[in-house]
């Protein structure tokens, strides 16, 4: 049944994009089952899990995806920024910063470095962080945005 995870996994994409996260969920977990050392599924699974904000699902299978891959730069930024959401800083920075020794250009580790440092009332750090995270290609919320220039936060856009 193994050979079957692969196609399970583009399927859960394919309703993910859809906006269709629960049978993503579904899709991604029937992977698991076809197939339980295929990371891709554990990383979908989570990825769905994170969309839909639970956050304690999708740190579940982040942890999983690692056991079964180690070095995926994603899995360590996204189960970094889950881990900072929950308020579990020690692990959540020592994930964001695996992440940044993985890929140093990883926008999505940066963007939640500059998330924490906001949360912190870092501004200088925020800043750094911020600007990175742009430089390496992610777009920065509205919201934060606002923050970041209330606080004399220089934006630099690429």
Partial sequence: MK????????LGWKYFQKGDYETALRRF?????HDADFAPAYFGAAYACSAEGK???????YRETLKRETLYVFTCANLGYALLQKGQFT??????????????????AHLSYANYYVY?????NAEQSVNKAMKYGQKIHPELREMLEK????????
């Fill in 3 to 10: 050979h079957f995870a692969p196609d399970a996994v583009d």
């Fill in 29 to 33: 977990q029937m992977a698991i089952r």
């Fill in 55 to 61: 956050l304690d699902e999708a740190i579940k299978y």
């Fill in 91 to 108: 692990e959540a920075l020592q994930m964001l910063d695996k992440a940044i020794a993985i890929d140093p250009k990883c926008g999505e």
């Fill in 120 to 124: 912190k009332q870092d501004w200088k």
């Fill in 151 to 158: 606080h004399g936060v220089k934006l630099v856009e690429n």
